[in-house]
């Protein structure tokens, strides 16, 4: 979160682009309360950004937490690793769950994917998070905050909430731009520093056309699979 793109910290570069979408009332960081955190908290409020500091382990908890302070009645949920998040997907996100409010718990681009791996965004009700962190039980679900509420399912077979997917109209999945591996943080520096100087305000369609002319950084991340670590834990716990 710390690593330097283009002169400033990863996490910064996220938060500049976050802070342009227009259906957010607030951002806050939601980080842990180990002493490793000190600086992302530090460097996060230096720049205008609330923190909220919690459970190492329980993010879940920790992001229930978040929003409480936050007072939020509707939460959008990113993780900090995605420094090429598109404001106009945000927006478009929210703008589905607002529309559709009072017949949906939670809404998101990530289960379906049509967007580059790096956009995902989730909508949910503080409702639905409150009931998740006081329901979830598994470790995997404590860790990813919101794995209980669009995988869950109550006793007679039925979804415990009422979930909708986004989707764009190509399927730009196979695109990797999160950043979890030293090649995902070599391939996010070579874009910014091709559009930043004459595009500052870059949305993600200008990353895919950066792609076609310069083919070549596809292959810097091209190894990694989408959520590998989540499908491990999966896996591993047998679900």
């Not at 002493?35 to 908890?61: C, I, K, N, Q, Y």
């Not at 007072?71 to 589905?96: K, M, Q, W």
């Not at 895919?208 to 292959?219: F, G, H, S």
Request: charged share 30%; proline share 5%.
């Amino acid at each position: 979160m710390l690593a330097d793109v283009a002169g400033k910290p990863l996490i910064v570069r996220m938060l500049d682009r976050v802070r342009r979408a227009r259906t957010l009332d607030d951002v806050w960081l939601a980080t842990s309360v180990d002493p490793s955190d000190d600086a992302l908290a530090d460097l996060v409020t230096s720049v205008g950004v609330r923190v909220h500091r919690g459970s190492v382990d329980d993010v879940l908890e920790r992001f229930r937490g978040a929003a409480s302070r936050a007072g939020a009645d509707v939460v959008v949920r990113l993780t900090g690793d995605c420094p090429l998040h598109d404001p106009d997907i945000i927006d478009e996100a929210v703008t589905f769950f607002a529309a559709r409010a009072a017949t949906l718990d939670y809404v998101t681009n990530a289960v379906h994917p049509t967007y580059p791996d790096g956009l995902d965004t989730e909508v949910f009700t503080r409702a639905a998070l409150e009931r998740a962190a006081a329901e979830a039980t598994s470790p995997v679900e404590r860790e990813h905050v919101t794995l209980f509420i669009n995988r869950g399912r109550n006793p007679d077979g039925s979804d415990r909430f009422r979930v909708a997917h986004v989707q764009g109209t190509a399927d730009f999945s196979h695109l990797r731009w999160t950043v979890d591996e030293p090649e995902d943080l070599e391939f996010v520096r070579q874009v910014f520093a091709s559009l930043l100087p004459d595009r500052p305000t870059f949305g993600w369609l200008d990353v895919v056309a950066l792609l076609t002319r310069r083919p070549e950084l596809l292959a810097l991340n091209r190894q990694h699979r989408r959520n590998e670590k989540l499908v491990r834990e999966l896996e591993k716990a047998g679900l």
